[in-house]
């Protein structure tokens, strides 16, 4: 069993929701990026998104941007993505890791040698944005062959057609995008939300994973009430961002804890 289906399992006998931080590597240096990670998983992470740092985001919202700049400037690349990672499992070996960036970076490097390699470092999961399903069926296969699985994105307009399609070739979960726009606008329907999970839950048959626009713990909390999984980005880059570099593990780690108790406070099914 997978990494990933593994901490759904464990989440699903205790009645627990994912909490699923995003960040990106190399922000704000790469040398904080792993006790970063760390601190992810103190505070309460259940799975760790890493950005992969891209020049052209498209879903990318104002804040995402701006790490991703910060990440560039320091010279990041894919391969130094990948050596964190490793660097990373130095420490954890239990941790999913799901790498989310865009399809350049990665065909740049080649897709055969970049699932091998990825697998090599410790990743378990990949969501490239801008791979829609219905063109990515060699890279789906190309990621199981080495067992990371490859993990789709759905939107409010996606329709019964695309979740077939991705439940065709995705696995360890799908991240629902629960609002019309970029990472951290904020605003999200809540009632779409509650009306899509369970019919996306019904087709697809694997956890589904909701983000953008979560921004507070009693959001998380409400989002955890009716999805698998609850994801966390602008919000924390925006502490990262918001004080000392050096301090940024221990403010991280103390805004997760409070999504965390939110989210364990909920009662789950």
Do not use: W
């Not at 992810?40 to 941007?65: C, N, R």
């Amino acid at each position: 069993m997978s990494r990933i289906a593994a901490t759904f399992s464990r989440l699903s006998q205790a009645h627990r929701k994912a909490l699923i931080p995003f960040i990106t590597a190399g922000d704000p240096h790469p040398d904080l990026t792993p006790p970063l990670m760390c601190a992810l998983v103190e505070g309460g992470a259940d799975i760790i998104e890493l950005g992969v740092p891209f020049s052209d985001p498209m879903a990318d919202g104002p804040t995402v941007q701006r790490a991703s700049e910060r990440a560039l400037a320091q010279g990041m690349t894919l391969r130094r993505v990948l050596a964190l990672v490793s660097e990373f499992r130095q420490s954890d070996q239990v941790t999913p890791i799901v790498l989310m960036g865009y399809a350049n970076p990665i065909e740049s490097y080649g897709i055969d040698v970049f699932a091998r390699d990825a697998h090599s470092a410790g990743v378990d999961g990949v969501l490239v944005v801008d791979y829609p399903p219905e063109e990515c069926a060699e890279f789906a296969a190309a990621m199981k062959q080495v067992q990371l699985d490859p993990i789709f994105l759905l939107a409010p307009t996606s329709t019964s057609r695309r979740y077939a399609e991705v439940a065709a070739l995705g696995s360890g979960y799908l991240y629902y995008v629960s609002l019309k726009g970029v990472t951290g606008a904020g605003h999200l329907d809540m009632e779409e939300v509650a009306r899509r999970i369970p019919e996306i839950r019904a087709q697809v048959g694997m956890p589904v994973g909701v983000g953008f626009g979560i921004r507070d713990a009693a959001t998380a909390a409400r989002i955890a009430a009716m999805a698998d999984a609850v994801v966390i980005g602008s919000r924390i880059i925006e502490e990262i961002e918001g004080g000392p570099a050096a301090d940024a593990p221990a403010r991280v780690k103390a805004l997760l804890a409070g999504f965390r108790l939110a989210i364990d406070q909920e009662p789950h099914s």
